[in-house]
């Protein structure tokens, strides 16, 4: 927990700083792909220091996050049969993991836009996407629309209600984080068991 706060609060000083739009687009790339640590916790205290800004920040976090997620699907496109289907094979799970492919094909923009909007882990699904090779428009269409969702509503939020959301995410910064990482590990377990 305490490396946990560290990076907290080293990225509430980015979010200060000189630098901050940089860490945010940073923060919001890697989140779409593999980092653990949401761009919310950058976007927050980024929109309360400046309110008159909450567009132009929810614009930053969402382009990256987007673009994070088409780099999401490219380690899914092009890593799967490096990585993920030697584990399948080894496994048996192939047949399963067709099947999974069948629904994603299906419902692949729901769950795009489900994930893109929720907490859930969206790296999982940018990765996800490209291993089962979903329709790169029907993906960004998805992502584009969910992210953006997401990072403009939670502006609005802070630009309305402001402190009072900073106040409870620092207060429950460990259990949300927590359940964050348990989304996590689920998602990809999931994935592997479907």
């Given at each position: 927990?305490?490396?946990?706060?560290?990076?907290?609060?080293?990225?509430?000083?980015?979010?200060?700083?000189?630098?901050a739009?940089?860490?945010?687009?940073?923060?919001?790339?890697?989140?779409?792909?593999?980092?653990?640590?949401?761009?919310?916790?950058?976007?927050?205290?980024?929109?309360?220091?400046?309110?008159d800004?909450?567009?132009?920040i929810?614009?930053?976090?969402?382009?990256?996050?987007?673009?994070?997620g088409?780099?999401?699907?490219?380690?899914?496109?092009?890593?799967?049969?490096?990585?993920?289907?030697?584990?399948?094979e080894?496994?048996?799970?192939?047949?399963?993991?067709?099947?999974?492919?069948?629904?994603?094909?299906q419902?692949?923009?729901?769950i795009?836009?489900?994930?893109?909007?929720?907490?859930?882990?969206?790296?999982?699904?940018?990765?996800?996407?490209?291993?089962?090779?979903?329709n790169?428009?029907?993906?960004g269409?998805?992502?584009?629309?969910?992210?953006?969702?997401?990072?403009f509503?939670?502006?609005?939020?802070?630009?309305?209600?402001?402190?009072p959301?900073?106040?409870?995410?620092?207060?429950?910064?460990?259990?949300?984080?927590?359940?964050?990482?348990?989304?996590?590990?689920?998602?990809?377990?999931?994935?592997?068991?479907?």
């Amino acid at each position: 927990m305490k490396i946990l706060h560290k990076m907290y609060n080293w990225l509430i000083n980015a979010a200060s700083g000189q630098y901050a739009m940089f860490v945010l687009f940073a923060v919001s790339f890697t989140e779409s792909s593999f980092f653990p640590i949401p761009p919310d916790v950058m976007l927050i205290p980024m929109v309360l220091a400046a309110r008159d800004r909450a567009w132009v920040i929810a614009g930053v976090a969402t382009t990256a996050s987007v673009m994070g997620g088409y780099f999401g699907y490219a380690i899914g496109y092009y890593g799967y049969d490096l990585i993920a289907k030697p584990i399948l094979e080894f496994y048996g799970y192939i047949h399963q993991f067709d099947v999974f492919k069948g629904y994603y094909h299906q419902w692949g923009a729901w769950i795009v836009f489900g994930a893109g909007l929720t907490p859930f882990p969206y790296k999982v699904v940018t990765i996800a996407s490209g291993a089962v090779h979903l329709n790169l428009w029907v993906f960004g269409a998805a992502s584009i629309i969910a992210r953006g969702m997401r990072f403009f509503l939670v502006a609005w939020l802070l630009k309305k209600y402001g402190l009072p959301i900073r106040t409870f995410i620092e207060k429950n910064l460990g259990i949300l984080t927590i359940i964050f990482l348990l989304l996590l590990l689920g998602g990809f377990a999931l994935i592997k068991y479907v």
